[in-house]
């Protein structure tokens, strides 16, 4: 029976494993990422890479991050821009959603830092090697909890 | 399904704590009843993997595209070990790759977990009838599956349909929550082929483990 139960669990680890590489972002996680000139403009996407077309942007000032500056909404490649009032000095809150699902990036204007691209979220690379720690400690815990007792 | 941090107010985010906590104390008190209650862990740390590792796996339905989440096959498979084991596989999912957050972690669980308990006495009720069939072994099994992902779909629904934000526009948002609802009629009829599936596999392969659950 020990056997067998170390025959399947081996078989499942091998095809975790073998899952986690090959299939890259694909959840509904999303991703923004954005880019700073004389306008701001975001770039939104679910975690497959798919934009969020359609998705609405909530745009919140720094004086007043409890209501919102400015509303709209992403175009079919989930782009959205928009010239934030360089008068307002502090960290923007941009947030899109759709379905429930979404994201908020924090974009810092003035306060004497140099305007710097940025984007929420994490890269493939780090999402994989998280993903085969945790597969990992799952099949640890269940190889332990299988061991023979001495 | 997975609803991220910032979507929710507060009381809500508190209320899916507040029945997240009894449900996993309730879940864990029926594991410890259980004669030998460290049996079953092997399998729900696998399964916990599992449940971790298919939110990535989506199936395009247009409009939208969806993700597999097996909550019912874990309920069919591991009874109320699956409460805990999809909490922890959503704790995971937060803090690794922010598929939902730690904030809706507690309505997260209750949006995917009660259901699987719902799936668990779904399954269990070929054993009132011809409990070695195929057939019924296979029939119930879809129920499972279906009735683990449909159940979700109505909870996230309804959880979001009631607490949208300010700032965003009603009617676009709701919109967008009932398409993503019909799109997840069909992944619910492919977790059930899924489910029914492996049950019927592990009932020809090893029977056992369709009795521990």
Redesign the interface.
Same mark, same amino acid.
């Given at each position: 029976m020990h056997v067998?139960?170390r025959f399947l *669990?081996a078989l499942?680890s091998i095809l =975790?494993m073998l899952? /986690?590489p090959v299939? !890259?972002?694909?959840? $509904?996680?999303?991703r923004i990422e954005y880019t700073v000139d004389m306008a701001i403009e975001i770039v939104a996407s679910?975690?497959?890479g798919?934009p969020m077309a359609?998705a +609405?942007v /909530?745009v919140y000032a720094p004086d007043n991050p409890s209501? $919102?500056w400015l #509303?709209g909404?992403c175009d079919d490649e989930g782009r959205f821009s928009f010239v934030p009032d360089t008068s307002i000095q502090g960290t923007w809150d941009v +947030?899109v959603? +759709?379905?429930? $699902? @979404?994201?908020?990036v924090h974009i810092p204007i003035g306060e004497g830092k140099s305007p710097q691209d940025g984007a929420s @979220?994490?890269t493939v690379l780090q *999402?994989v090697l !998280?993903?085969a720690c /945790?597969?990992w400690g %799952?099949?640890g #815990?269940? =190889?332990f %909890? #299988?061991r023979r007792r001495a | 399904m997975h609803i991220p941090d910032g979507v929710l107010p507060v009381t809500v985010v508190a209320a899916g704590y507040a029945v997240a906590v009894p449900a996993t104390w309730y879940a864990i008190r029926k594991i410890n009843q259980k004669e030998n209650p460290r049996e079953g862990v092997p399998r729900a740390s696998l399964l916990t993997a599992a449940f971790f590792v298919v939110s990535w796996i989506h199936i395009p339905i247009p409009p939208a595209s969806v993700h597999l989440v097996l909550n019912g096959l874990l309920g069919a498979l591991l009874g109320y070990f699956a409460f805990p084991a999809i909490l922890i596989g959503l704790f995971f999912q937060a803090v690794m790759f922010q598929h939902g957050g730690l904030t809706t972690l507690g309505v997260n669980s209750v949006i995917m977990g009660l259901p699987a308990l719902l799936s668990y006495h779904v399954f269990r009720l070929r054993n009132m009838l011809k409990k070695d069939s195929p057939v019924m072994t296979g029939i119930f099994g879809f129920l499972a599956g279906f009735t683990g992902i449909g159940v979700s779909v109505i909870l996230f629904v309804v959880i979001l349909i009631t607490n949208i934000s300010t700032g965003l526009d009603v009617e676009t948002e709701r919109m967008a929550i009932y398409a993503l609802a019909l799109a997840h009629l069909p992944l619910a009829a492919i977790e059930g082929v899924f489910t029914a599936l492996i049950t019927v596999f592990l009932q020809r392969v090893r029977p056992r483990l369709l009795d521990i659950a």
């Open positions: 067998k139960w *669990i499942v =975790l899952v /986690v299939t !890259t972002a694909y959840a $509904h996680g999303a679910y975690d497959n798919e359609g +609405q /909530v209501s $919102h #509303t909404v +947030q959603r +759709q379905a429930g $699902h @979404g994201d908020m @979220g994490n *999402i !998280t993903s /945790v597969i %799952f099949i #815990t269940a =190889l %909890f #299988t | -």
